[in-house]
């Protein structure tokens, strides 16, 4: 018998209009000819549980979940991942036994990258630029990974120093918080630089206030901005010889992560990776 019905998928935020992830995974499920279907729905802040209500009762597969919902999910759910709990966010629910469960992929995605690039963060010193939800789920997947140390650095100060105490309690990795006032000079020996900062993603001609004489040669450099192949951050980080990894990898496998949770399947890399390019006209 021919089936009509669609496996149900989305995002959940508010503002959510210009959220692409949408283009990524539906480029994956149409390639793969699965009978899913994305939809980008906007809810408003008061009105998430009457939304995780609405998803229980119309049997979707799983949802994204952006701004203003990642802390406020949490209570909706049957279960939250370990991981997920300690960076304090939740960005991607799916049915795990019977359960609706709720995962932290934005670190996830990242680590990938790292792996695709034969890097371990297991025993590095690693510094992270910003303390907000991707420096928090970055900097608690690679403590998590057995990181031996991470600093902190943001502009202000409540942010930061929660996040190192939740890696602090949670985790073996040692965790300091640095001010971020004037030039950030890198400390010697660090292994791993990520600008987890929203600086240069929507002006290209910014990057991160760093002495970029500081860099090592060895230090693997690393930007969170997802629209660009390259940034200025990562351009001045070749210029000193720096091995460097973009924002652009981490997004494509989170996407991928989503994906294979919600449908059990093997995500097409470089047809959603095509398809995040497309949507950022990104043409190199
Ligand atoms: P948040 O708003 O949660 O955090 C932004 C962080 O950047 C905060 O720590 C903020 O400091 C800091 N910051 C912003 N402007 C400046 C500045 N001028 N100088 C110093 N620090 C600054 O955003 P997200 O963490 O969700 O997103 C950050 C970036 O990561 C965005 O560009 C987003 O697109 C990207 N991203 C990429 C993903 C990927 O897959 N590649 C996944 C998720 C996000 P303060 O604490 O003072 O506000």
Redesign the pocket.
Known sequence: MKNYRENLVGVFGDPVDENPTGAIEQAGFDYLGLPFRFLTIKVKEGDLEDAVKGMRAMNFSGIGVTMPHKQTIMQYLDEVSKDASIIGAVNTVYWKEGKLFGENV?GK?FMMSLKDNNINPYGKKIVVL??????SAIAVELALAGAKHITIV???ET?GERLVKSINDNTESEAEFNL?KGTYTIPEGTDIFIN????G?VDGTQC?DVDYNSYGKDTVVCD???NKTTTLFLDKAKEKGCKTIN??S??VN?GTLCFELWTGEKAPLEVMTNAVKREFNITD
Do not use: H, K, R
Request: charged share 5%; glycine share 18%; net charge negative.
């Open positions: 934005d995605g910003g303390a907000g939800g991707a420096a943001n502009i202000e942010q971020w987890a900062t929203s600086i993603f991160p969170v901005i997802p924002g652009l981490m997004l989170q």
